[in-house]
């Protein structure tokens, strides 16, 4: 069973409770759009997928279909059982903040996916006890051989799509990101809405 | 002025009070010795040295001399000014913990490096408020085309060192990691000490 789509506005976040069992399908709906993603263990938030301790057991700069997230406890809370974009993902970057938009050369207030992750799990209750790296869906940031980074476009499609299955009750929070100065959106500097659904095995 | 160098035993934490534009050198005293290392903003604990906000704008998987690491606030806090080991530092795995040790075969309590930070901490009565991702110096973690990560044995020879200037006053907390079951601190499994110097400028 999988539940009707559910937005995640443009620039904002949205959080959901996913069950052990379940699985996320993250959208991608109109191709370009970068999704910051966290989640944090249901009933003990200060426990979250943390990619730093994710990437010494998957080896890996981004993700293939079949690795395990871990939390900061070492234990898997999310599969990604299905991708669309061939690992494109970015798992290296911080969550941009209103810091960040201060040095790209903003003088005012700027969204931001920080700021989006904690009024998203705020509109639940809850409260992020801090800001994890998130795993950045869609966003294109390769790598060289010597070890640079670089922001490119994404390289993705519309209806691109990932699935992750927790592993653990989780609450996932999602935020489509406000970046629009640099290229990761897409090189017209437009941010756009995402969705996501909630797949249910094991019932049709 | 470089002071006396101090120890940081074999498998344990230290931290250290570093001012404003002194400088820390931290050394590979017998050559094979990873030193997990950690920087927080002395007056303000919560902000701290953060690897994936540096990430951002050092556009780079190791850090080159010059390069400026960031706080999650994203605030210069340290830079990296000299470096015998032409970058060989991972900054992409998480401290190891009781845990990973579990997940690595063990039955019972292995030293760690995060509970060596939180000791290194308590010894100066300060509380860490996370365990940030740390600077892992002279951890060699290299990445293929594909962005496949490996545990390699280290590179550096005895007396490899770096310098880090402080941007802020800061504490920097560092532990010589007790990792005996993967190679990085050498193929016998010997783990040792290290050392480090504070460098004040502009007195003979």
């Known amino acids: ?57 998957m080896l890996r700069l981004r993700p293939q279909v079949g690795d395990v997230f871990r939390t900061n406890k070492r234990r898997p809370i999310l599969t990604l059982i299905e991708d669309t974009c061939h690992g494109v993902h970015d798992m290296l ?31 639940l209750g809850l409260r992020a006890p801090e800001t994890p790296s998130p795993l950045n869906l869609f966003m294109n940031i390769p790598w060289t051989e010597g070890g640079a980074l670089s922001f490119d476009p994404p390289t993705t499609r519309p209806g691109d799509y990932v699935v992750l299955r927790a592993e653990l009750d989780v609450v996932v929070a999602m935020s489509a990101c406000p970046q629009d100065i640099l290229p990761i959106n897409g090189t017209t500097g437009t941010t756009t809405e995402a969705h996501f659904q909630i797949v249910t095995p094991g019932s049709a």
């Open 1 to 57: 069973m999988i539940s009707e789509p559910v937005t995640i506005p443009a620039r904002r976040g949205k959080a959901v409770l996913v069950n052990a069992g379940q699985a996320i399908k993250i959208i991608n709906t109109h191709g370009s759009q970068v999704v910051d993603t966290w989640a944090f263990v249901a009933d003990k938030l200060t426990e979250f997928m943390s990619l730093e301790h994710a990437r010494a057991t």
């Open 93 to 123: 970057l911080a969550a941009c903040d209103n810091e960040r938009y201060g040095l790209l050369g903003c003088t005012e207030y700027h969204d931001n996916c920080t700021d989006n992750l904690h009024a998203a799990m705020a509109a």
